[in-house]
C-alpha cells in the first residue's frame, strides 16, 4: 500500500506543478496567508512558487541566519527555499529536496525568475537525502512530512544531515483525535495532507526516538479549513490512482477527462471539507526540535 501511496502523491502534485495554480489566483494567494504568510513575502517571489499547498510558514520560525545552510523537504514549486535563500543570503544556501520531477523544474525556473544563485534543488524522496552526513544547519519543511510512510525514518535522515546543534523547524498536519473512516480512507485526504498525519503525541515520540532534544510540537491555530478557498478549480474528482479507494461524492457521478483532473487537488479537499469541519480532528503544527 505505501508503494501506491507513493504513487498518487506523485500524480497528484505532477498535476498541481502543472495546472497553472499561484499567487495570482485570490484564492491560493488566501490559503498562503491564512498559514502565515505576509503580502510582501508573497511578492517577494515568482507567483508560481506559491500553489496553496502550505499549512503554515516555516521560514518565520526557523531563525534562519546569514550564512547558513537550509534543507527543505518537499520543496514543491519552491516557496520556502526562496524565501530562505534570502534569509541565509549568498553566503549560504538553501536546498530544497522533492520526489515529483515536475516540481523540481518549476522550482529551478521560478529560482531562475528570482534572480538567486544560492539555492538548489534535488530530485529525491525524504527518506533518503543526498546530502552529507552533519551538513546542514537548520531543516524546513512544510506540510510534507504526514505524506511520508515510513516518518520514523525521515526524522532519522534529518537527524544525520544535521549539523550537532542544528534545528528542525517543520509545519505540518497532525491530529487531535482519530479520523473518521471515510476521511483516513480517501486518498485524497492523504494527499492532502490529513489521512496520512499521527497524532500529536506520536509525533513528538518520533522526534525523540530519532535523537531529537528540546521537542515541542504547537498547535498554530490556523484554520484548516482555509483550502476551501481555493475555488478556481473545474472539477471534483480526481483521476483514477493506483486502484486505491476514494470516499464517494455526490458531486462525482461521471468519470472527468483527463483534461480536466489537473486542478482535482484543492476541489476534492474542499468537497471533504464541506461534509466534516477537519479541525476537530487534525491542527496545523509548528514542529521545533534540536540535535543535540
Do not use: W
Request: aromatic share 4%.
Amino acid at each position: 500500500m505505501s508503494e501506491n501511496l507513493v504513487q498518487a502523491v506523485k500524480e497528484k502534485y505532477s498535476a498541481v506543478a502543472t495546472s497553472g495554480l499561484s499567487s495570482n489566483q485570490d484564492g491560493v494567494r488566501a490559503v498562503a496567508e491564512a498559514f502565515g504568510y505576509t503580502p510582501e513575502e508573497l511578492a517577494s517571489i515568482p507567483a508560481e512558487a506559491n500553489m496553496g499547498l502550505s499549512c503554515g510558514n516555516p521560514t518565520a520560525t526557523a531563525n534562519l541566519r546569514a550564512g547558513e545552510v537550509v534543507v527543505d523537504l518537499g520543496s514543491g514549486g519552491g516557496l520556502d527555499v526562496l524565501l530562505a535563500a534570502r534569509k541565509v543570503g549568498p553566503k549560504g544556501k538553501a536546498i530544497g529536496i522533492d520526489m515529483t520531477e515536475t516540481m523540481v523544474e518549476l522550482a529551478r525556473k521560478n529560482a531562475l525568475k528570482a534572480g538567486l544563485s544560492n539555492v538548489e534543488f534535488h530530485l529525491a524522496t525524504i527518506d533518503a537525502l543526498p546530502l552529507a552526513d552533519a551538513s546542514v544547519d537548520c531543516v524546513v519543511s512544510n506540510c510534507v512530512i504526514n505524506l511520508a510512510p515510513d516518518k520514523p525514518k525521515v526524522l532519522r535522515e534529518v537527524a544525520r544531515v544535521l549539523k550537532p546543534g542544528g534545528r528542525l523547524a517543520l509545519s505540518d498536519i497532525a491530529l487531535r483525535q482519530e479520523l473518521p473512516a471515510e476521511i483516513r480512507d480517501d486518498v485524497m485526504a492523504f494527499v492532502g495532507c490529513i489521512s496520512g498525519a499521527i497524532l500529536i503525541e506520536d509525533y513528538r515520540s518520533m522526534l525523540a526516538q530519532a535523537g531529537f532534544a528540546h521537542v515541542q510540537v504547537i498547535e498554530s491555530g490556523s484554520d484548516l479549513n482555509a483550502y476551501a478557498k481555493v475555488e478556481n478549480q473545474a472539477v471534483c474528482c480526481p483521476p483514477p490512482t493506483s486502484g486505491l479507494p476514494i470516499a464517494s461524492s455526490d458531486c462525482c457521478s461521471t468519470a472527468q477527462p483527463a483534461s480536466e483532473t489537473a486542478e482535482a487537488f484543492h476541489t476534492r479537499l474542499k468537497d471533504l471539507l464541506s461534509r466534516y469541519n477537519v479541525n476537530d480532528y487534525a491542527a496545523s503544527v509548528k514542529v521545533f526540535a534540536v540535535k543535540p
